[in-house]
């Protein structure tokens, strides 16, 4: 448990970090944070549409390989 609690103390640093970079930018944090948000859900919902067009009814067991070929063609 401790390495994977230790990754995730550095996931908290590297958002801790892009929230200070929207505030040095001058950016309203909390409406980058909506866009953010917004735009990870419209990605993620159309990658669960393309597994479920390509027979899938889960990404669940999928390798991170796979996920991510499905989200790059997803980004396109």
Known sequence: HEPA???????GDLLHTAISLCDFMGFDIEETLEKVNTKFDKRFTNLKKLAAQRGLDSLEGQSLEFKLGLWDEIKK
């Open 5 to 11: 609690h230790r990754v995730q103390e550095e996931i």
